[in-house]
């Protein structure tokens, strides 16, 4: 092997000459000064008083200075730890630290970098470096850079700070849920109860009550006893998330109290056409919470109750498991629980059945808490598959406490046990009385069929239609196919939650049907989904109604629907006899197609080199050609790219609306349509693009082609996205802190319509206990009653809609109705401030094209600032605030007029920036949030100071277009 350098000519590696003349000792002399030449860290070598004997060539360059200028100098004098004085004299104590046989390491500043001009940071050590002896003869100094980490770990700890804080915020605004839904659910108690105690007392009197009236009562009563149970478990999960749930021990006999709790629901069982047994023996002495392990048994009953089909049986059964302990079990012979639910079924809100189709109503929270009671009393709780079919839930439970739980919780004495009160569990499994329904419309009304599995609810539909329509009834999908099917109707009124075959499944089934593809349908529901509503309305539904209605709204809006359905009808029958139109139309088509074929030329080269991607796709699917901006879209080269067709670039889950959506435009329903769509490319990456598709005109006889025009809008649109979450959440988190601050007003507003409720029923008593009683009266105030009912609902209803999560959908507002909408909510507030807030409504206005909560949460956030200034202004006497709404040129401009202290000078041009506020504990995120809404909605937002003392805030909106004709 020939050795290194044999030739004779010098070889330079930077400052190093290595030449063939050099001794063994110098070439490696030199061969070590080139290894730390070259190595990218800081290594000097000092003697042991710290003067500079040798650096090696990066550090050098990087500090730039030349090792002559800094041999035989002390080490803390060179130019690297001249950032500071403090940096000098740390680095002079180091050496003589160092000295004294001390290993040196620590971050440390230093000019390092652009020649001595720029910091960075390394991790520097000093390791002294002894003889023989063990004495210090030598200081090796060492510095990696660290800047970039050094800054990465900073941002890291500034994200980690932003994510404590914003996770700090989230915790405080789970907590303000809580406590909120805490705080309604015990408001809803009261009038509940004050509904509940009049209609009971009305119900229980001697008074011969009209059978209509008697009905209505047992109406009330029943659904107010539903909801009382459902209000009673929301408070349970509230107290449960925030660990304030008490355990009550008592030693009591559980033998007794189940045979007295079981025995309820002997009265049901005959009703519902099951066989029902108790076993329990005489007596069983245990000591838990009395009325927890009544919630539990009483949960596990009616959930057997209610799964379990006519026919079937239901055993409840008492019995000790081993000592110290029992075991109560509940067998029903329903549909029972599949293996992968069985664990499943005791969380939150989970119900066995999902979608549309349901056989069974509930809320999916009675297993829960009957799981959560269960493990606080330290017992366990399970399901099985029951022998010869159905579920065998069990629950075993400690005859007495654990010593750490009777320490900590207590056991009081023994007390006489009350008659148990009644259970609102049996109110849901009563079947309600039928009642005969007149036929009170003509012959040839038009016929409306009716699809509702609640009975009573059914009921009142029918009630309110039956005066002008003949109106037929069915209590599930299935049914109701069987009903239209046998008898067509004019219109569809469907619940979406149906036993069998859900509400929108039906729809679907119906419209497959040749004769009922026109079948208009109203969907009733209680589901208030943006997006549902959405998809329906754009596809089976031609309106969509939100539980609870009025029936005077029912009436109006399936007059408008059968009243289009009949004269739809007629004017088909006319057009049956117009085809001559048709044959012109396929005439013009074909001319077209011949047109664009003699200008095919003219294309090409727009078609080679658009930067926008081109396709075109034959009837089948299959690409038949495709320029290189749309192969480079898809990832396909030119050779393979026809030998795949439009699916396969087309995610699975995309494929059927766009099948549909080439189906139209092949059968001549649409000239063309355009689309924002995903395409797949060969590496499975999915790409979005503004997509327009059209029909080619051909030859007769040939292929039918399509022309996809496709712009790749990938990044716009995850920008888009983004952008999109971000002030979704930011919009949602401003409306539930705006709720709030009018948690005290909300109340008040709750409060008001109750204690009407209160004093009407009151006054009905009167008046039935009256000699003779006074029945038109009596109806009158029951009238109130449900009327502030009503508007008790309204007001929760308000306020659920306004802090839900929902998607944007823009449809035509009234401003000045939804400016009345926003004072129903402030109303109160303004009061206990003491501020008259006068809407000027006088003059009509256009109305603008928005999304109704989030333009709600821009008035709402301006109307409270104005209120919250006007109360920091200190002004003891009345103050006004005004809010007017008027047309301009471009469009439609609401006003806010506050008298309050104004803006400071120093913060006016910040104002309606983010994080900007005048409240000592706001955000500063309510104004920033309303211009962002506005500007999405094509409109601006702004202030001006007022003459006299405050601001106005005004937003502009353009006016909503009418529909262009069809």
Not at 95 to 116: H, K, L, P, S
Not at 371 to 378: A, G, Q, R, S
Request: glycine share 6%.
């Amino acid at each position: 092997m020939q050795p290194p350098f044999a030739d004779t000519r010098p070889h330079q590696v930077g400052a190093v000459s290595l030449s063939q003349t050099d001794s063994p000792q110098t070439r490696n002399e030199k061969l070590a000064r080139i290894v730390l030449d070259s190595m990218y860290q800081f290594v000097g070598l000092l003697d042991a008083e710290g003067t500079t004997l040798e650096i090696n060539r990066a550090a050098l360059e990087g500090a730039g200075v030349d090792l002559a200028d800094i041999r035989g100098r002390p080490f803390w004098e060179a130019r690297w730890f001249q950032v500071s004085r403090e940096t000098t004299e740390l680095q002079r104590d180091f050496v003589r630290r160092a000295q004294g046989g001390e290993f040196i390491r620590c971050d440390m500043e230093i000019y390092g970098q652009a020649a001595g001009d720029e910091t960075i940071v390394v991790d520097y050590s000093l390791l002294p470096v002894r003889d023989t002896q063990g004495k210090v003869v030598f200081l090796l100094a060492e510095g990696r850079n660290i800047t970039a980490k050094k800054r990465a770990e900073e941002e890291i700890a500034r994200k980690n700070a932003e994510l404590e804080a914003l996770l700090t915020r989230v915790r405080q605004l789970d907590q303000q849920k809580s406590d909120f839904f805490a705080n309604v659910s015990h408001e809803l108690r009261t009038p509940l109860a004050l509904i509940l105690g009049p209609a009971e007392e009305l119900l229980a009197s001697d008074s011969r009550l009209p059978d209509q009236l008697r009905r209505q009562l047992g109406v009330i009563q029943r659904n107010a006893t539903a909801l009382l149970k459902h209000v009673n478990d929301l408070l349970d999960l509230s107290k449960l998330d925030a660990e304030r749930m008490d355990l009550h021990y008592t030693p009591f006999d559980l033998a007794a109290l189940v045979r007295e709790h079981a025995e309820q629901f002997h009265a049901v069982a005959p009703k519902l056409d099951l066989r029902y047994v108790v076993f329990a023996p005489d007596t069983l002495c245990a000591t838990l919470d009395q009325d927890k392990t009544e919630r539990i048994l009483q949960n596990l009953l009616s959930n057997a109750f209610k799964f379990t089909p006519p026919g079937g049986r239901v055993r409840c059964a008492l019995e000790r498991s081993g000592p110290g302990r029992c075991l109560i079990s509940v067998q029903d012979s329903g549909p029972g629980v599949s293996t992968e639910m069985q664990q499943k079924i005791f969380e939150r809100f989970r119900q066995g059945q999902t979608g549309t189709t349901r056989n069974f109503g509930g809320t999916g929270l009675g297993l829960a808490i009957a799981k959560e009671f269960t493990e606080l009393m330290h017992g366990s709780i399970g399901v099985t598959t029951a022998a010869g079919g159905g579920s065998l839930f069990q629950v075993e439970l400690p005859l007495e406490p654990p010593p750490e739980a009777a320490a900590l919780h207590g056991v009081s004495p023994a007390r006489p046990r009350p008659a148990p009160a009644p259970n609102p569990a049996l109110a849901e499994l009563t079947p309600p009385d039928e009642a005969p329904r007149m036929a009170r419309a003509s012959a040839d009304a038009p016929r409306i069929l009716v699809v509702e599995d609640n009975p009573e609810m059914c009921r009142f539909i029918c009630d309110a239609l039956s005066d002008e329509f003949q109106v037929t009834s069915a209590s599930d999908g299935e049914a109701a196919l069987d009903a239209a099917l046998a008898s067509p109707p004019d219109l569809l009124v469907t619940d979406l939650m149906l036993p069998r075959l859900g509400g929108d499944r039906l729809v679907d089934a119906l419209h497959a049907v040749p004769g009922l593809q026109d079948l208009p349908v109203l969907v009733l529901s209680a589901r208030d989904d943006a997006a549902l509503r959405a998809r329906l309305l754009a596809g089976a539904a031609q309106d969509y109604v939100t539980k609870p209605f009025s029936a005077q709204e029912l009436r109006a809006r399936v007059r408008n629907l059968a009243t289009m359905k009949l004269a739809r009808d007629g004017l088909q029958r006319e057009l049956l006899s117009q085809s001559n139109d048709l044959a012109g139309l396929t005439h013009s088509l074909i001319e077209s197609r011949r047109a664009l074929q003699a200008s095919e030329h003219r294309w090409w080269t727009i078609y080679e080199h658009s930067p926008v991607g081109i396709a075109l796709v034959g009837a089948s699917g299959a690409i038949r050609a495709a320029n290189p901006a749309f192969r480079a879209m898809v990832g396909h080269s030119e050779t393979d790219i026809c030998a795949v067709t439009l699916a396969r670039i087309t995610p699975v889950e995309d494929r059927a609306p766009t099948q549909r959506r080439i189906e139209r435009l092949l059968d001549g329903e649409v000239a063309e349509y355009h689309v924002q769509r995903r395409f797949q490319r060969q590496d499975g990456a999915l790409v979005w693009a503004n997509t327009s598709v059209a029909l080619v005109p051909d030859e007769i006889d040939a292929e039918q082609l399509l022309v996809v025009v496709a712009q790749d809008i990938t990044e716009q649109r995850r920008a888009e996205q983004d952008l999109l979450r971000t002030r979704t959440e930011l919009a949602q988190v401003a409306r539930v802190s705006t709720l709030g601050e009018l948690t005290a007003s909300i109340a008040h507003e709750v409060n008001q319509p109750l204690a009407a409720i209160v004093a009407n029923g009151h006054a009905s008593l009167r008046w039935l206990n009256g000699s003779p009683p006074n029945e038109p009266e009596a109806k009158s105030a029951v009238c109130r009653i449900i009327r502030d009912a009503n508007r008790a609902g309204e007001v929760i209803t308000r306020i659920r809609r306004f802090v839900q999560r929902h998607e944007t959908r823009h449809t035509p507002l009234d401003l000045h109705e939804t400016i009345r909408d926003v004072l129903e909510l402030v109303r109160s507030e303004a009061q206990a401030r003491n501020i008259e807030i006068v809407h000027l409504a006088s003059a009509p206005v256009p109305e603008v094209l928005a999304d109704r909560i989030q333009l709600q949460q821009v008035i709402l956030n301006l109307v409270m600032n104005g209120l919250e200034a006007m109360a920091r202004s200190g002004d003891a006497h009345t103050g006004m605030l005004q809010i007017t709404a008027c047309q301009q040129p471009d469009g439609v401009q609401v006003n806010v007029i506050d008298s309050g202290p104004g803006i400071a000078p120093a913060i006016q041009d910040k104002m309606l920036d983010a994080f900007q506020t005048t409240k000592p504990d706001g955000m500063g995120m309510g104004l920033a949030i309303s211009r962002s809404i506005v500007e999405s909605h094509g409109g601006s937002l702004w202030y001006t100071p007022n003459p006299g003392p405050g601001v106005t805030f005004s937003f502009s909106l353009p006016q909503a277009l009418p529909d262009p004709a069809p």
